[in-house]
């Protein structure tokens, strides 16, 4: 579970501070207007979702299988208990305040805010760009800034200006207009994240992935993570159970 949360963690590095909502959209391209509009208004409205995730862990050192349960609250709290082989190893459970996980082979927690692990990264992360990975929205709320649109054979493309410190290329489904990929790249320090949605599913009427793969690269190194959800339910009443067990240590990331 810590390499997975780690990973989040790098997915997430290049991102800025908390995400603004504008009531105007940046762009003023017609088509892309349109296009963005329609990313959010076919958002999964969901209160709650709860089901089976399937994750693989590979990096340059070795591949790793892990069954998670899953569960989240709509901009409250997402929560994941990792099993392998049937026996439990780690839970984890996020909120926009805080960072939380222990896993039971190392007897080790960390409990943190995300101050702490933007401190850690270097960047500043938050709740909510977590929640859009993993949902299939853009990680950056596309209605913040202009981009270069184009409408490609592979879907509506979003790029930003030459330049940027931060490179970000957004492609959207043309079907759904959910996100197809997503790429943040800062190549002064040689290192991005890419990460692409193979399909979605539709369940209870409501639009969400079904494989999400992530790689992370930071010079020759590379890591990669397959999501696969499986199993899902929507708007029922879910727990989050968790609760770090005493004599574990705590991991410090300063």
Not at 104 to 123: A, H, M, N
Not at 144 to 160: M, P, V, W
Not at 197 to 211: A, H, L, R, V
Not at 214 to 238: C, P, Q
């Amino acid at each position: 579970m810590k390499k997975l949360i780690v990973l989040f963690i790098i997915a997430l590095f290049v991102v800025s501070c908390g995400t603004t909502r504008r009531a105007k959209i940046a762009t003023e391209d017609a088509e892309a207007v349109s296009v963005i509009q329609k990313h959010y208004q076919n958002e999964a409205d969901f209160k709650t979702v709860m089901g089976k995730l399937r994750a693989v862990y590979q990096d340059d050192e070795r591949t790793q299988s892990v069954n998670l349960s899953f569960r989240m609250e709509k901009d409250k709290a997402i929560w994941m208990s990792a099993s392998i082989l049937g026996f439990p190893v780690a839970k984890a459970y996020i909120t926009p305040e805080r960072v939380s996980y222990y896993e039971k082979v190392t007897q080790t927690y960390f409990d943190g805010d995300f101050s702490l692990v933007s401190d850690f990264v270097g960047t500043p992360l938050d709740f909510e760009k977590l929640q859009n990975l993993l949902i299939g929205q853009a990680i950056y709320d596309l209605r913040n800034e202009k981009y270069d649109f184009s409408a490609t054979g592979r879907g509506f493309q979003f790029a930003s200006a030459e330049g940027e410190f931060i490179k970000k290329m957004f492609l959207l489904n043309p079907s759904n207009f959910k996100a197809s990929a997503q790429q943040l790249t800062q190549e002064k320090d040689n290192r991005g994240v890419t990460i692409t949605y193979s399909d979605y599913q539709s369940t209870d009427g409501f639009i969400f992935p079904e494989e999400i793969k992530i790689i992370a690269n930071e010079g020759n190194s590379s890591t990669n993570i397959e999501l696969t959800y499986r199993s899902l339910s929507f708007n029922e009443e879910v727990t989050f159970p968790f609760e770090i067990p005493s004599g574990y240590e705590e991991i410090s990331l300063k």
